[in-house]
């Protein structure tokens, strides 16, 4: 497959992005700045971008409470996103959602969720709603390993594979279920053979690898677009930081895996590995992945200026919203 | 006596039942790590096979527990926050609820739920519901809501050794708040009501945290006195409806407080029976001090807008006594 410059620019300019907002929301998370709790995705930025580079905007996505990756490379605005962490009324859910519930109807991002495995079922229905409605839109559901247990994946994938609905299922594989280890609670060792259940295609993708994630997605969305019906794609990845920020805390010295399988991954980066791949191709230049580098630190730094200048909402909008 | 925290009750209430009772065991969502850290250790006490990690798959698991208990042992079945035992309603409400009814009295189901609730500072609309309301209307499941670390050992321990479904729901704001707690066997029945103080003027039924609540209020209106008398149900499945009319017919006026919504809740159901059965020795309106009818919002002013507190309680209780 040929992929453009200026997609291969925009997917390294997507994870740039993903890895500085996560890294400053982490960061403003340990300094007791954002109230609640913030989930960080950083080192998995390869396959929410490999993911939605294969989607227009049209096309639309439901993600999980790891959801600032899929949201940003949906599209989403790096300064409404912070102000919405905040709790800030310019946040794109006006503070009454939070880091877990972040939602851009104008991008086709349906809400990150604070329920394991509720939105796969949404995305479902989200097909069903193209297809009713005459639209060759596709949905994609993001989902951890862990989300893969619960009834509402299997009820959906199997919904969707009898109604041919155009959904992709992607499963985001970083081994763990909050402190639990997959293999402890999971039947299988590839997530992607539960698709052989329902009789559509499972792959197996290196989710580190942002080209083979958007080479598999376009696949699937070719194929959902066409009429075919789901694909489920496992995207194998891994999650640097803990399961939620501040965990510490709560686990003292309870640890859930060993520090050098942490380092193991970290040097199977997403971006590093793209920065080389650029390089040995020579498709793109040094000069120009700095650039992007510092726009995004540019973009972040207004963004955060934005959240922390932006006004709190006012108690009396509490009432708001709660019935159109 | 030790004090401890609320979560360190749980781990010890835990502890005592597994060690009395070799059938009883826990089961949940990473409970071997123990992510609010109740059952942290048990595992080494105990071993893999009485503390299993279940997948996340609450009506699975929430299921597998019911049979458990039908097959004789007594499951812990933890559901970390509250709002996703609505994963598990049908295996709760029509399965682990009516079983016993509709078996003409043959199954037993001694299952005890836990799972933490209510707000907690920014944890937003799907983990900070207070959802015992929900349950209330589900004749077979008891439901128990601990206002601090002594009753959370003592209640929660009642519901190990209960033969029904016991819901157990565990405020997350009171994680870390500590009391002086009786060790080894320390049992507060189900279905006791707990006078934290006694009082002339107005009676306060608080649930949960807001017990703490209603007792700094009452503390701040002795100095004008205004006696106030603050029970808490401790129980809401059984109900010491005795305590509360009791209490209201020395006090003649009626405050509930409760984090659940107005709409359909905790409050109104109890307004409801102080109304019913207690209408002769009402001097005043029954209030009910609950949160706003919003799902709870992630913003800290929108959160505290929501949640009822202190100011709304004082309100309440000056508005009954002035009449
Ligand atoms: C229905 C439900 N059950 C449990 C939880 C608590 N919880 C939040 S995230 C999580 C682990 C999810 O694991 P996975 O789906 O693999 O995603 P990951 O965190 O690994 O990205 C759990 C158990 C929840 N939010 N919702």
Redesign the pocket.
């Given at each position: 497959m040929d992929i453009s410059k200026d997609k291969l620019l925009e997917m390294y300019r997507t994870m740039q992005k993903i890895r500085h907002f996560e890294s400053k929301a982490r960061d403003l998370a340990m300094a007791a700045e954002l109230p609640g709790f913030v989930?960080v995705?950083i080192g998995e930025e390869a396959s929410a971008t490999g993911v939605c580079a294969a989607l227009r905007k049209t096309d639309r996505i439901t993600s999980?409470?790891?959801g600032h990756g899929h949201l940003i490379a949906k599209g989403g605005r790096l300064d409404r996103m912070m102000a919405e962490i905040f709790g800030k009324r310019t946040g794109y859910c006006k503070g009454k959602g939070g880091s877990m519930h972040i939602v851009d109807y104008s991008l086709g991002i349906l809400g990150a969720n604070?329920?394991?495995?509720?939105g796969l079922p949404i995305a479902t229905g989200s097909a069903l709603g193209a297809v009713i409605a005459g639209k060759d839109d596709v949905t994609v559901a993001f989902?951890?390993?862990?989300?893969?247990n619960?009834g509402t994946f299997h009820e959906s994938l199997n919904l969707a594979a009898v109604w041919k609905l155009p959904v992709v299922f992607v499963c985001?594989?970083?081994g763990?279920?909050?402190f639990t280890p997959?293999a402890t609670v999971t039947s299988v060792k590839d997530i992607a053979v539960r698709a052989k259940a329902y009789d559509i295609p499972g792959h197996i993708v290196d989710g580190n690898d942002v080209l083979e994630v958007f080479r598999y997605t376009s696949e699937a969305v070719a194929r959902a677009r066409a009429g075919e019906g789901p694909t489920l794609l496992e995207c194998k990845t891994y999650?640097w930081e803990g399961?939620v920020v501040g965990e510490q805390a709560f686990l003292g010295d309870g640890s859930y895996r060993e520090q050098s399988e942490v380092e193991e991954w970290k040097r199977k980066c997403p971006l590093i590995r793209f920065e080389k791949w650029c390089a040995e191709s020579g498709k793109i230049s040094s000069a120009e992945l700095n650039k992007i580098i510092a726009e995004t630190e540019k973009e972040l730094a207004d963004a955060v200026e934005f959240a922390r200048s932006s006004e709190l909402p006012a108690p009396s909008e509490v009432t708001d919203d709660v019935y159109a | 006596m030790p004090q401890i925290s609320f979560i360190q009750a749980i781990n010890q209430a835990i502890a005592e039942e597994m060690e009395r009772d070799p059938l009883t065991f826990l089961m949940g969502?990473?409970v071997v790590l123990g992510a609010f850290g109740a059952t942290k250790g048990l595992i080494d006490k105990f071993g893999a096979k009485r503390v299993r990690n279940t997948p996340?798959s609450?009506a699975g698991f929430v299921g597998a527990a019911v049979g458990a208990a039908m097959a004789g042992t007594r499951p812990i079945c933890e559901v970390?926050?509250a709002s996703?035992f609505y994963?598990a309603f049908d295996q709760i409400c029509n399965q682990a609820a009516k079983l016993r009814y509709m078996s003409g009295g043959q199954a037993t189901m001694p299952i005890t739920f836990r799972a933490v609730f209510g707000a907690m500072g920014g944890a937003a609309a799907?983990?900070s519901e207070t959802v015992y309301a929900q349950f209330l209307s589900v004749p077979g499941l008891k439901l128990v809501v601990p206002s601090g670390a002594s009753d959370m050992k003592g209640l929660l321990k009642s519901a190990i050794r209960d033969n029904n479904p016991v819901i157990v729901f565990e405020h997350g704001a009171l994680g870390w708040s500590r009391e002086d707690v009786p060790q080894g066997e320390h049992l507060v029945p189900l279905g006791k009501a707990a006078v934290k103080r006694p009082g002339d003027n107005v009676t306060v039924v608080a649930i949960g945290a807001m017990v703490g609540k209603a007792m700094s209020v009452a503390d701040k209106l002795e100095q004008e006195k205004i006696s106030v008398e603050v029970i808490d149900p401790r129980t809401l499945i059984p109900l010491d409806e005795n305590a509360i009319l009791a209490s209201v017919e020395k006090t003649n006026r009626i405050v509930i407080a409760d984090e659940g919504h107005l709409r359909g809740g905790a409050a109104a159901d109890i307004a409801a029976i102080v109304a019913d059965k207690g209408f002769d020795f009402l001097d005043a309106p029954v209030r009910r001090v609950t949160s706003l009818d919003v799902p709870i919002p992630f913003s800290p002013p929108l959160e505290k807008a929501a949640i009822a507190d202190e100011a709304r309680i004082e309100a309440a209780i000056r508005d009954v006594v002035g009449r």
């Open positions: 989930h995705s999980n409470h790891r604070g329920i394991v495995g509720a989902f951890g390993d862990g989300a893969s619960e985001e594989n970083n763990f279920g909050e997959m999650r399961h | 969502e990473d996340i609450e970390e926050f996703f994963c799907q983990h």
